[in-house]
C-alpha cells in the first residue's frame, strides 16, 4: 500500500524537482526530505501546510490519495472575492433544500441538515489561523453529536489530548487527520482552507444525489448565477 512518503516523493518527481530543489521549497534539509519520501520519518502538518501554499500542489492527493474536483469551483473562481461566501452559502442551501427529493432515509436527511447547518454557521466566523484546525474538529464532534471524550476515542488519543488539539494549543498529527477523513470525509485541504468546496463530505453530498437532480442543482446555479452575485443572501428553500 503507498504511503503518504510515496506521494510525496511522486509529485516532486512529476514535477521535475530535485531533492534538493524541493527542500528548499519546504524550508528543511535533503536528508529530512528523504527521510519523509522513505517513510521513516513520518509528514507532519506543517510540511502539509507547506506544500498546500506551493502553486500547483494537491496536499489531499498527498495524505489522502483524492483529488478533490468540485463541479462548482470555477463559478466559485468567477465570483468577486466579496460574493464569494454568499454563492457557497447559497448552494449549499440549495443542497438543503434538495435533501427531501434526493434521500428517502430520515436519518441521512437529518444527518446531512446538521452538516450543512454547521457549515454554514461556522463561514459566519472569522477563525485565526492558529486555532483553525481546532474549530474544525470541534464543527466535526457536533455534526455527529459526539463529547469530546468519544471524539478522543475514536481518534485513538487521550481526552486531554485531544482538548489541545481543539483549542488550537497542539496540531494534529497525520495519522489523526487521515482518521477524520476516514471516518468522516473531512479531508485536509478543508482543515487548510475552511472553504466548505474543498470539503469532501459536502462533495458527497451532492454526489450522492441521483445524476437527474444533480443536473437540476447545475442548472438552478448556473442560471441563478448572475442574480446570485449580485442579490444580498439570497436562498434557497427553507432558511437554515
Request: aromatic content about 10%.
Amino acid at each position: 500500500m503507498r504511503n503518504t512518503g510515496d506521494r510525496l516523493k511522486e509529485c516532486r518527481i512529476m514535477k521535475g524537482l530535485s531533492r534538493g530543489e524541493m527542500s528548499e521549497m519546504l524550508n528543511v534539509s535533503t536528508d529530512y526530505l528523504a527521510r519523509l519520501e522513505t517513510g521513516t520519518q513520518p509528514v507532519t502538518y506543517r510540511i502539509i501546510e507547506k506544500v498546500a501554499k506551493l502553486e500547483g500542489w494537491n496536499s489531499d492527493y498527498i495524505l489522502h490519495g483524492i483529488d478533490n474536483n468540485n463541479p462548482f469551483s470555477e463559478l466559485h473562481t468567477l465570483c468577486p472575492d466579496f460574493r464569494k461566501k454568499v454563492f457557497i452559502r447559497n448552494l449549499l442551501c440549495l443542497f438543503d433544500s434538495m435533501l427531501q427529493f434526493g434521500y428517502k432515509k430520515e436519518r441521512v436527511v437529518a444527518y446531512y441538515h446538521r452538516m450543512i447547518l454547521e457549515i454554514v454557521n461556522g463561514m459566519e466566523l472569522d477563525v485565526p489561523d492558529n486555532v483553525r484546525t481546532g474549530y474544525t474538529l470541534t464543527e466535526i464532534r457536533r455534526i455527529h453529536d459526539m463529547n469530546k471524550k468519544d471524539m478522543a476515542n475514536v481518534l485513538g488519543i487521550s481526552e486531554r489530548s485531544y482538548c489541545t488539539l481543539e483549542n488550537g494549543l497542539s496540531r494534529p498529527d497525520v495519522k489523526t487527520l487521515q482518521i477524520v477523513y476516514d471516518m468522516y470525509g473531512f479531508n485536509v485541504q478543508y482543515f487548510l482552507t475552511r472553504n466548505p468546496l474543498d470539503c469532501e463530505a459536502v462533495n458527497n453530498i451532492y454526489r450522492c444525489f441521483d445524476e437527474p437532480l444533480r443536473d437540476f442543482i447545475m442548472r438552478r446555479i448556473r442560471d441563478d448565477y448572475d442574480e446570485i452575485i449580485i442579490m444580498k443572501g439570497r436562498t434557497y428553500g427553507r432558511d437554515i
